[in-house]
Nanobody
Framework: QVRFVESGGGSVQPGGSLRLSCVVP????????VGWFRQAPGKEREGVSC????????FYIDSVKGRFTISRDNAKSTVYLQMNNLQPEDTAIYYC????????????????????WGQGTQVTVSS
């Protein structure tokens, strides 16, 4: 079973920033697409941002474009999500995932395809 160790969440006011990290120790990330997903209370899990292996292409859902940035450090087997100008609707538990042979858009559109998830990291945005 794949291990994901997410961290970096917290409580911020609207307009604030957070940087999420996800360590995937058993994977050589450069060979995989990576993605961030979130699940708000009472809602289904959704893909937020995904990146192809090699970071050649990235995908963001419309609501986070221009505010969130996905990146990775392959040497540290770590995926990041920089989140700026956070809004209350960004409140959710955030999870990361890895996949291969898939485009970033398809990866983000298929949260139900993943059977292994970490505990996630809680992001709360409120005034």
């Amino acid at each position: 079973q794949v291990r994901f160790v997410e961290s970096g969440g917290g409580s911020v006011q609207p307009g604030g920033s957070l940087r999420l990290s996800c360590v995937v120790p058993e994977f050589t990330l450069e060979n995989f697409a990576v993605g961030w997903f979130r699940q708000a209370p009472g809602k289904e899990r959704e893909g937020v941002s995904c990146s192809s292996d090699g970071d050649a292409t990235t995908f963001y859902i419309d609501s986070v474009k221009g505010r969130f940035t996905i990146s990775r450090d392959n040497a540290k087997s770590t995926v990041y999500l920089q989140m700026n100008n956070l809004q209350p609707e960004d409140t959710a538990i955030y999870y990361c995932a890895v996949a291969n042979h898939i485009t970033p858009q398809a990866m983000c559109a298929s949260p139900r395809a993943f059977i292994s998830w970490g505990q996630g990291t809680q992001v709360t945005v409120s005034s």
